[in-house]
């Protein structure tokens, strides 16, 4: 404990001398002051860096009392300790009520006590000081820790929102993939082009009208591009053919192709479910259909939706019977069906989207531009196909430099100029030509 710091207050010479021998062995460094105001300036002076205070009771101009309590106003921390041989009691108590002290001693003093008192009220300052760091300390840790978590948090947030755009792309292409795939196999399966997309973009329109959540509509979405998938092990000859035309062997093979289309996805987990629908499309609500006979609610409901959508344009292309029907008469074939080919509460979805008014929102709203007037970001309203009928980019890409460089490129080794169909709300009208 010698590197405490001690102040004697006395106007006698003789009691600060006897207080410097008293306390010298201590190894406290120890200050002398013959007034209460040469204290006070001792103490500025040491900016408060003082210890202990021992002060004199009566003292000229300024008395113990006064000068302990105005040690108390400005430095606080500095113990304080009073030595008298007044007799009057009340003075006593002023000084301990003004002052604060930590202990008074009479006048003459035993030195043991004396140095007992001294280094217990320092002993407590020591635990002040331990007590005052660990508190700065625990702050500038809390403040580090502080600045920290907040540097943690930004960087967590910006990792995050890395993570979604990668997540939001890999979909995006994930998606794409799959339109192209889809135009593909409608390549080999014989179907007019864009039929797969027709089918799914229905679907996913009916799944609305029901209420069904977003990922099975995503699902639906999906079963919807693939579900001809199977049809690609089958002869040409078969793909060539109505439905109604095939003979009870073709017929045989043709019911193969929902569980081909399921096998050959097998091995991607992320469309397991997209799977199961494909496997089930054929299959009649009356339990008349293929490949297993299912019926009503073993049937999946996404199934159910797919069964209907693709049927309504299979009318339409002829790939049921040797006739093409119209819209109109595609659509009674439908309603015809409910209950027996279809889900008579899917059908109803399918007739509420004729008969519901349709509204026109920015996002619905879609303008026609040349390739030299795209711009980043802009969103694609329809499939762009080649002079071939090869899917080159599907409805609801979003447009990239990169890709807009590739459209270009094309048109210049074609030596055909391309016209997209693009969503107005991606906001063309400022930044490029529309065309009329």
Not at 364 to 371: F, G, P, Q, R
Not at 379 to 387: G, K, Q, T
Not at 394 to 400: G, K
């Given at each position: 404990?010698?590197?405490?710091?001690?102040?004697?207050?006395?106007?006698?010479?003789?009691?600060?001398?006897?207080?410097?021998?008293?306390?010298?062995?201590?190894?406290?460094?120890?200050?002398?002051?013959?007034?209460?105001?040469?204290?006070?300036?001792?103490?500025?002076?040491?900016?408060?860096?003082?210890?202990?205070?021992?002060?004199?009771?009566?003292?000229?101009?300024?008395?113990?009392?006064?000068?302990?309590?105005?040690?108390?106003?400005?430095?606080?921390?500095?113990?304080?300790?009073?030595?008298?041989?007044?007799?009057?009691?009340?003075?006593?108590?002023?000084a301990?009520?003004?002052?604060?002290?930590?202990?008074?001693?009479?006048?003459?003093?035993?030195?043991?006590?004396?140095?007992?008192t001294?280094?217990?009220?320092?002993?407590?300052?020591?635990?002040l000081?331990?007590?005052?760091?660990?508190?700065?300390?625990t702050?500038?840790?809390?403040?580090?820790?502080?600045?920290?978590?907040?540097?943690?948090?930004?960087?967590?947030?910006?990792?995050?929102?890395?993570?979604?755009?990668?997540?939001?792309?890999?979909?995006?292409?994930?998606?794409?993939?799959?339109?192209?795939?889809?135009?593909?196999?409608?390549?080999?399966?014989?179907?007019?082009?864009?039929?797969?997309?027709?089918?799914?973009?229905?679907?996913?329109?009916?799944a609305?009208?029901?209420?069904?959540d977003?990922?099975?509509?995503?699902?639906?979405?999906l079963?919807?591009?693939?579900?001809?998938?199977?049809?690609?092990?089958?002869?040409?000859?078969?793909?060539?053919?109505?439905?109604?035309?095939?003979?009870?062997?073709?017929?045989?093979?043709?019911?193969?192709?929902?569980?081909?289309?399921?096998?050959?996805l097998?091995?991607?987990?992320?469309l397991?479910?997209?799977?199961?629908?494909?496997?089930?499309?054929?299959?009649?609500?009356?339990?008349?259909?293929?490949?297993?006979?299912?019926a009503?609610?073993?049937?999946?409901?996404?199934?159910?939706?797919?069964?209907?959508?693709?049927?309504?344009?299979a009318?339409?292309?002829?790939?049921?019977?040797?006739?093409?029907?119209?819209?109109?008469?595609?659509?009674?074939?439908?309603?015809?069906?409910?209950?027996?080919?279809?889900?008579?509460?899917?059908?109803?979805?399918?007739?509420?989207?004729?008969?519901?008014?349709?509204?026109?929102?920015?996002?619905?709203?879609?303008?026609?531009?040349?390739?030299?007037?795209?711009?980043p970001?802009?969103?694609?309203?329809?499939?762009?196909?080649?002079?071939?009928?090869?899917?080159?980019?599907?409805?609801?890409?979003?447009l990239?430099?990169?890709?807009?460089?590739?459209?270009?490129?094309?048109?210049?080794?074609?030596?055909?100029r391309?016209?997209?169909?693009?969503?107005?709300?991606?906001?063309?009208?400022?930044?490029?030509?529309?065309?009329?």
């Amino acid at each position: 404990m010698s590197n405490f710091t001690v102040l004697c207050v006395d106007d006698e010479a003789n009691i600060l001398s006897a207080l410097r021998r008293l306390f010298r062995p201590t190894g406290y460094r120890l200050l002398t002051a013959q007034s209460g105001a040469e204290g006070l300036a001792i103490l500025e002076q040491e900016q408060g860096q003082v210890d202990v205070v021992i002060s004199d009771m009566r003292m000229p101009e300024m008395d113990g009392a006064t000068f302990l309590a105005e040690v108390l106003r400005r430095w606080p921390n500095t113990l304080r300790m009073l030595l008298t041989g007044y007799s009057d009691l009340n003075s006593t108590v002023s000084a301990i009520n003004q002052g604060e002290i930590y202990r008074y001693l009479a006048k003459p003093w035993n030195d043991q006590d004396l140095l007992l008192t001294v280094q217990d009220g320092l002993e407590k300052q020591a635990l002040l000081r331990e007590k005052n760091r660990l508190e700065a300390l625990t702050q500038q840790q809390n403040e580090q820790l502080k600045q920290l978590n907040a540097s943690l948090e930004d960087k967590v947030k910006a990792r995050t929102a890395e993570l979604h755009s990668a997540h939001e792309r890999l979909k995006k292409n994930f998606i794409s993939s799959i339109h192209v795939f889809s135009h593909l196999i409608e390549l080999r399966d014989g179907h007019s082009a864009g039929f797969s997309r027709r089918v799914a973009t229905l679907a996913r329109r009916i799944a609305g009208q029901l209420g069904i959540d977003h990922k099975a509509t995503q699902d639906i979405f999906l079963a919807g591009l693939l579900h001809t998938l199977g049809k690609i092990s089958l002869p040409d000859r078969l793909l060539s053919k109505p439905v109604s035309q095939l003979s009870a062997e073709e017929k045989q093979l043709w019911a193969k192709h929902p569980l081909k289309g399921q096998q050959a996805l097998m091995g991607l987990e992320e469309l397991a479910e997209t799977a199961r629908l494909i496997r089930a499309y054929c299959e009649h609500f009356n339990g008349q259909g293929v490949p297993e006979g299912l019926a009503g609610m073993q049937i999946p409901l996404g199934a159910r939706v797919l069964a209907v959508a693709s049927d309504f344009y299979a009318w339409q292309d002829g790939m049921l019977e040797e006739v093409s029907y119209s819209e109109n008469e595609a659509r009674k074939r439908i309603l015809q069906g409910a209950g027996m080919r279809y889900d008579p509460a899917v059908v109803a979805a399918f007739n509420a989207l004729f008969t519901e008014q349709p509204q026109t929102t920015p996002e619905t709203e879609i303008v026609e531009l040349y390739s030299i007037n795209l711009l980043p970001g802009m969103i694609l309203a329809r499939d762009l196909f080649s002079r071939d009928g090869v899917l080159l980019l599907a409805a609801d890409f979003v447009l990239e430099e990169r890709t807009i460089r590739q459209i270009c490129e094309y048109e210049s080794i074609e030596n055909k100029r391309l016209v997209l169909s693009i969503y107005r709300h991606s906001d063309p009208v400022s930044r490029g030509e529309i065309l009329h």
